[in-house]
Nanobody, 120 residues
């Protein structure tokens, strides 16, 4: 199987920055698109940013110009650099990956989530 583990969440003041990381491990054949989603209390999970294996990216309108998604294919890791954070960015952030797992096949894998709280 394949696991995704996020790190980097925490408490930050409005206007501050955080960098989230998501590392994939396990029986990885290939990782295709990876993305970051978030879910705020009482709201549905939403896509924040995604990146293909070739490096093409797309962002939610609410984070364009403030967040940057990147990946290191050699490390099977995806990052989310979050700048100019706002209280509305407060949510649990989840990593997602489309993966070909050895001896299993194609999977959509989710991490356990990391909490980001933006508050003064």
């Amino acid at each position: 199987q394949v696991q995704l583990v996020e790190s980097g969440g925490g408490l930050v003041q409005p206007g501050g920055s955080l960098r989230l990381s998501c590392a994939a491990s396990g029986s990885i054949g290939r990782i295709y698109a990876m993305g970051w989603y978030r879910q705020a209390p009482g709201k549905q999970r939403e896509l924040v940013a995604a990146i293909t294996s070739g490096g093409s990216t797309n962002y939610a309108d609410s984070v364009k110009g403030r967040f940057t998604i990147s990946r290191d294919n050699a490390k099977n890791t995806v990052y989310l650099q979050m700048n100019s954070l706002k209280p509305d960015d407060t949510a649990v952030y989840y990593c997602n990956g489309s993966v070909y797992a050895l001896n299993v096949g194609y999977l959509e894998v989710w991490g356990q989530g990391t909490l980001v709280t933006v508050s003064s």
